[in-house]
């Protein structure tokens, strides 16, 4: 019996070992998000973004924030 090799189509040369796998992977990883602390109320917040807290970026009050509903 023949075995007809285009109905593999493309397929890897070999097996990628357990070890190399591994190795490749080692940079593969998580980082945390990068944070700054809002310059009015010194709360966490993203980076560039008004502050979720007071509504403060740059020194000025740009969003509007219901203070009741963070309590
Ligand atoms: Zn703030």
Redo the contacts with the bound molecule.
Sequence with gaps: MKLNITLFGALPFRRVSKTAKRQRRTHLKKTAPTTTT??????V?APHR???????YKGKETLKVNKEETK
């Design positions: 809002c310059s009015n109320c010194g709360a917040v008004a502050c979720t807290k007071c509504g403060y």
